[in-house]
């Protein structure tokens, strides 16, 4: 180290700039969206909300319908209504992909969104499966009837 004035000298300073994340939220057939600088990110899980900064470790996460924000310090905090998907952080990188998405400003309305435009979906889907079960257990009967005659 080298005296200055009988002191120490200040370590020289550098400008460390945090690392931050790039987030891109994927649909099934376009880019949602794409931004970075997100210095951090909540998600909703089975298990409840976790968040992502820019240094925890890689990970995957199944997630359910909700609300996912991020936060710019051009845009500040953003919230995105998302239906069933997945995130995947590895390094910097952070992608979502999900069936559907929402943005707004307003967090009463989009959670209003997931409430009724995703869950009545599933519901809907839920009935079409049930009902495509019916059908094919009847197929397969009337396959087995024939089959023996």
């Known amino acids: 180290m080298t005296m200055f004035g009988g002191r120490h000298a200040p370590p020289p300073q550098t400008s460390v700039r945090p ?7 994927l649909l099934p057939f376009q880019v949602f969206a794409e931004k970075t600088g997100v210095s951090r990110i909540v998600a909703e899980t089975r298990d409840g909300s976790f968040g992502l900064l820019p240094h925890r470790l890689d990970c995957v996460a199944a997630l359910v ?3 996912l924000i991020y936060e710019t310090d051009v845009e500040g905090e953003v919230y995105v209504a998302l239906d069933h998907g ?3 952080k590895t390094g910097p ?5 999900v069936r559907r998405a929402i943005s707004g400003t ?3 309305q989009l959670r209003d969104a997931v409430e ?15 009902v495509m079960a019916r059908l ?6 009337r396959f087995a009837t024939f089959q023996h005659e």
């Open 136 to 141: 094919e257990s009847g197929f397969l009967r």
């Open 106 to 108: 307003d967090l009463g």
């Open 65 to 67: 319908p909700g609300i």
């Open 19 to 25: 690392t931050l994340m790039n987030l891109k939220l």
């Open 86 to 88: 997945v995130l995947v």
């Open 116 to 130: 009724h435009e995703f869950l009545a979906l599933d519901e809907h889907e839920q009935s079409v499966r049930t």
């Open 93 to 97: 990188d952070v992608l979502v992909s």
